[in-house]
């Protein structure tokens, strides 16, 4: 079984940051792709960014381009997701998701963490 566990999520102010971690557990994510998606109230969960674990590619979504990165920390099975310059329309519930194929769909991942409540005031 595969556990992830996200935190760092809260409430501030637009133009503020956060930082989001997501720790692994379970098994070796050496060959996996780590990514996080965002769903708001009524809309549809969406990808925000995704890194592989051996080359460390990274791929964002257009909406967080420049503003989000994310990096893993391969000895403690965990990966961040560093939001900045953060807007009203970021706030959404975020999932880690961890999977053998990645990318931007859902459905590239296996594994899901409960999400985390991210909100930010105009």
């Known amino acids: 079984q595969v556990q992830l566990v996200e935190s760092g999520g809260g409430l501030v102010q637009a133009g503020g940051s956060l930082r989001l971690s997501c720790v692994a557990s379970?098994?070796?994510?050496?060959?996996?792709?780590m990514g996080w998606f965002r769903q708001a109230p009524g809309k549809e969960r969406e990808f925000v960014a995704t890194v592989r674990w051996r080359a460390g590619r990274t791929s964002f979504a257009d909406s967080v381009k420049g503003r989000f990165t994310i990096a893993r920390d391969n000895a403690k099975n965990t990966v961040y997701l560093h939001m900045n310059s953060l807007k009203p329309e970021d706030t959404a519930v975020y999932y880690c998701?961890?999977?053998?194929?990645?990318?931007?769909?859902?459905?590239?991942?296996?594994?899901w963490g409960q999400g985390t409540q991210v909100t930010v005031s105009s």
């Open positions: 379970g098994r070796t994510f050496s060959s996996y792709a």
């Open positions: 998701a961890a999977g053998s194929t990645g990318g931007a769909s859902a459905h590239g991942y296996d594994y």
